[in-house]
């Protein structure tokens, strides 16, 4: 049943938009909805991954000449420093070391904002209560998308998976060090937020 959890949060991560935002950096973009998104909104985005089978549905998809598709992975990509008002990583982090915050950091325009929705590693009694929560809640979710959703063509690219290694206080301990001012919450999805705004 075709309910995606980073879909779902795709609105709350466009209110972090800065005014006046330009230039985007998409981090593990998939298939491409989020640099649309942010494509539909003005930006002019670089949209990175290091998975050829979902770039290449990004680009069937895509009409938009304000999204550039680069297969790169991100640990061996130079970042421009200050280029970009607007960075976004979508359960992406989690592939990738947990320094890629502060090279994301270094690559923002002074006033510009990096937005991570990650998936974190279970380990609190916290944690354990807000999946339990997230189970009843996605099921019906999952049912109201089939439902409206019958009869459309099932997407059959997926991007890989792999389960989180790091917890959230660990990466709160990490942004507590390396994104001064940071805002991190848990989500119900298995998901957490974490916004920055590097200062002027």
Same mark, same amino acid.
């Given at each position: 049943?075709?309910?995606?959890?980073?879909?779902?949060?795709?609105?709350?991560?466009?209110?972090?938009?800065?005014?006046?935002?330009?230039?985007?950096?998409?981090?593990?973009?998939?298939?491409?909805?989020?640099?649309?998104?942010?494509?539909?909104?003005?930006?002019?985005?670089?949209?990175?991954?290091?998975?050829?089978?979902?770039?290449?549905?990004?680009?069937?998809?895509?009409?938009?000449?304000?999204?550039?598709?680069?297969?790169?992975?991100?640990?061996?990509?130079?970042?421009?420093?200050?280029?970009?008002?607007?960075?976004?990583? +979508?359960? $992406? %982090?989690?592939?990738? #070391?947990?320094?890629? !915050?502060? *090279? @994301?950091?270094?690559? &923002?325009?002074?006033? /510009?904002?990096?937005?991570?929705?990650?998936?974190?590693?279970?380990?609190?009694?916290?944690?354990? +209560?807000? $999946? %339990?929560?997230?189970? #009843?809640?996605?099921? !019906?979710? *999952? @049912?109201?998308?089939? &439902?409206?959703?019958? /009869?459309?063509?099932?997407?059959?690219?997926?991007?890989?998976?792999?389960?989180?290694?790091?917890? +959230?206080?660990?990466?709160?301990?990490?942004?507590?060090?390396? !994104?001064?001012?940071?805002?991190?919450?848990?989500?119900?999805?298995?998901?957490?937020?974490?916004?920055?705004?590097?200062?002027?």
């Amino acid at each position: 049943m075709p309910f995606d959890h980073n879909d779902h949060y795709h609105r709350l991560l466009l209110r972090s938009l800065p005014p006046g935002a330009r230039r985007a950096l998409d981090v593990g973009c998939g298939t491409g909805t989020f640099a649309r998104a942010l494509a539909r909104r003005g930006l002019e985005v670089d949209a990175v991954d290091r998975d050829e089978p979902v770039l290449t549905a990004a680009r069937s998809g895509t009409d938009s000449s304000r999204i550039q598709f680069r297969q790169a992975d991100l640990t061996a990509l130079e970042l421009p420093p200050g280029q970009y008002d607007f960075i976004s990583c +979508l359960a $992406s %982090l989690h592939h990738l #070391p947990l320094d890629t !915050l502060a *090279r @994301l950091r270094d690559a &923002l325009a002074p006033g /510009g904002v990096l937005v991570v929705l990650g998936c974190y590693r279970e380990t609190t009694a916290g944690d354990r +209560l807000i $999946s %339990l929560a997230a189970v #009843p809640v996605n099921a !019906l979710c *999952r @049912l109201v998308v089939h &439902l409206r959703e019958r /009869g459309a063509p099932p997407s059959r690219v997926r991007a890989p998976v792999t389960m989180p290694q790091t917890s +959230l206080p660990e990466i709160r301990a990490y942004a507590e060090q390396h !994104l001064p001012g940071f805002r991190v919450r848990r989500l119900l999805f298995w998901r957490y937020l974490l916004a920055y705004r590097r200062d002027r």
